[in-house]
């Protein structure tokens, strides 16, 4: 099986800066994307920021101010600066993982992590 667990949330103010962690482990063949979800509430799961091989990919709304790099072949971490209240949401670590070489990707989650902006 694959386990993805995401880390790194928390209570900050506005303006401030974290860092969130997903880690990939157990039956892994090939990583093809990792990256976060954002949902809050009452608002639909939106994509915050993906890392592929060859390709980064960020939503409009965090773009200059996320970053999200690949610490080794099963980590990523989204770093986040200035970050505002429209930036509470929980956040969700995912994959596009192949757990066996015959098998297609399928898409993975993490438990999601709580961020809150506020003073």
């Known amino acids: 099986q694959v386990q993805l667990v995401g880390s790194g949330g928390g209570l900050v103010q506005p303006g401030g800066s974290l860092r969130l962690s997903c880690a990939a482990s157990?039956?892994?063949?090939?990583?093809?994307?990792m990256g976060w979800y954002r949902q809050a509430p009452g608002k639909r799961r939106e994509l915050v920021a993906t890392?592929?091989?060859?390709?980064t990919k960020y939503a409009d709304s965090v773009k200059g101010r996320f970053t999200i790099s690949r610490d080794n072949a099963k980590t990523v971490s989204l770093q986040m600066h200035s970050l505002g209240p429209e930036d509470t949401a929980v956040y969700y670590c995912?994959?596009?993982?192949?757990?066996?070489?015959?098998?297609?990707?399928?898409?993975?989650w993490g438990q999601g992590t709580q961020v809150t902006v506020s003073s």
């Open positions: 995912y994959g596009q993982i192949s757990p066996y070489p015959s098998w297609d990707a399928q898409d993975y």
């Open positions: 157990g039956s892994i063949f090939s990583i093809y994307a």
């Open positions: 890392i592929a091989e060859r390709y």
